[in-house]
């Protein structure tokens, strides 16, 4: 099992924001985020978003709430600086 987590922004429409994460299989999930089932096979990890913020600086927040999260359960994370659009089916 690869025990890091993918975390990035997501933008939609001019200033509505999101934290999505990739969660390995079995780690605890925090409250606050929500799952979404997307088939990617080869990946052992879970597509998990937040709530949509209005405005970047709560969805940093949340962001910086989640890392502190994982960094107490030693888990290590990539954390992208680039804003993605909505991963969605």
């Known amino acids: 099992m690869s025990e890091y987590c993918e975390m990035w922004m997501e933008l939609r429409g001019k200033n ?15 409250e606050g985020i929500d799952h979404i089932s997307i ?14 913020f209005a405005g970047i600086v709560p969805a940093k927040k949340f962001m910086n709430t989640l890392e502190h999260f994982y960094n107490g359960l030693g888990v290590k994370f990539l954390s992208f600086r680039e804003i993605r659009k909505p991963l969605e089916k």
């Not at 990946?43 to 949509?52: D, P």
């Open 16 to 30: 509505e924001f999101r934290v999505a994460l990739f969660i390995p299989d079995g780690l605890d999930i925090p």
């Open 39 to 52: 088939e990617i096979p080869e990946e052992q990890r879970q597509l998990y978003v937040s709530k949509w």
